[in-house]
Antibody, heavy 118, light 107 residues
């Protein structure tokens, strides 16, 4: 069955960096678009970024553009999110998610918590 | 960016009630709208895609309708497992946006 397992979350100081990873299994990873979606504590869902199956097409939410970088390694069935210049408002559970081109998310990971605090 | 506005923010209902949640887009998104259900501490689950298509395995008491800027999610007879938060999401544009969520509580 499809599994998406995030890792790399934790506590980081404002201005710091963190790299999230997502290990995918149970499907042909290289055929699917992948996204990062976050949820601040007690708040709603916010789409962060997505990357095409080949990695050639990438989009970001304005709130993270220039600070976050999404990437993937299809040989390792892995998705990444490099987060730089972190702010308190980036504190959230970060979900890895898979979807077809032009389709909504059909599979989600369990999420990894990122806390930005001094 | 396309803004998505859900109403109400909270809804109190009883088992067996018919429940309707509305989602409005700031510009036309055709039928590129999805609905998700989320329970505390869990990842969201896709219920409806393309405004009215039921995801495989989702009970038929869930239905979606609408196009353009106005959409609704209806639960025909609320069950105990349906108490959760529901989100709409547009995927018409290259950058996605979610509604702020509607929490369905026990009355």
């Amino acid at each position: 069955q499809v599994q998406l397992v995030e890792s790399g979350g934790g506590l980081v100081k404002p201005g710091g960096s963190l790299r999230l990873s997502c290990a995918a299994s149970g499907f042909t990873f290289s055929d699917y678009y992948m996204s990062w979606i976050r949820q601040a504590p007690g708040k709603g869902l916010e789409w962060v970024s997505y990357i095409s199956s080949s990695g050639s097409t990438i989009y970001y939410a304005d709130s993270v553009k220039g600070r976050f970088t999404i990437s993937r390694d299809n040989a390792k069935n892995s998705l990444y999110l490099q987060m730089n210049s972190l702010r308190a408002e980036d504190t959230a559970v970060y979900y890895c998610a898979s979807h077809d081109y032009g389709q909504p998310v059909d599979y989600w990971g369990q999420g990894t918590l990122v806390t930005v605090s001094s | 960016d396309i803004q998505m506005t859900q109403s109400p923010s909270t809804l109190s209902a009883s088992v067996g009630d018919r429940v309707t949640i509305t989602c409005r887009a700031s510009q036309s998104i055709s039928s590129w709208l999805a609905w998700y259900q989320q329970k505390p501490g869990k990842a969201p689950k896709l219920l409806i895609y393309k405004a009215s298509s039921l995801e495989s395995g989702v009970p038929s008491r869930f239905s979606g309708s609408g196009s353009g800027t106005e959409f609704t999610l209806t639960i025909s007879s609320l069950q105990p497992d349906d108490f959760a938060t529901y989100y709409c999401q547009q995927y018409n544009s290259l950058t996605w946006t979610f509604g702020q969520g509607t929490k369905v509580e026990i009355k």
